[in-house]
């Protein structure tokens, strides 16, 4: 089965950026869509953005204009770039097949106030 780590995450101030990472265990050429997820604190993991393996991308209310997602298939690694970060996006970030796959460890991002 196809294997992700994240990593990136970090320790941000309000209005600060991330880069995040989800690096593949085999080639992602012939994985068509990808999803960037998170779980925060008593809340229900969320969808937060998707590619397709052309251009299609999708992104939930909250993230538009701040998230960007993208796919670099020589590296097989997916990026999710965060800006103008916000206490609320505080979670542990999730990336794997979209609709459906296997969860790995996640990565930790944490915003303050």
């Known amino acids: 089965q196809v294997q992700f780590v994240e990593s990136g995450g970090g320790l941000v101030q309000a209005g600060g950026s991330l880069r995040l990472s989800c690096a593949a265990s085999?080639?992602?050429?012939?994985?068509?869509?990808i999803g960037w997820y998170r779980q925060a604190p008593g809340k229900q993991r969320e969808l937060v953005a998707a590619i397709r393996s052309g251009a299609d991308t999708y992104y939930a209310d909250s993230m538009k204009d701040r998230f960007t997602i993208s796919r670099d298939n020589a590296k097989n690694t997916v990026y999710l770039q965060m800006n103008s970060l916000k206490p609320e996006d505080t979670a542990v970030y999730y990336c794997?097949?979209?609709?459906?796959?296997?969860w790995g460890q996640g990565t930790q991002v944490t915003v303050s106030s």
């Open positions: 794997r097949t979209f609709p459906s796959g296997y």
């Open positions: 085999v080639s992602i050429v012939n994985i068509n869509n």
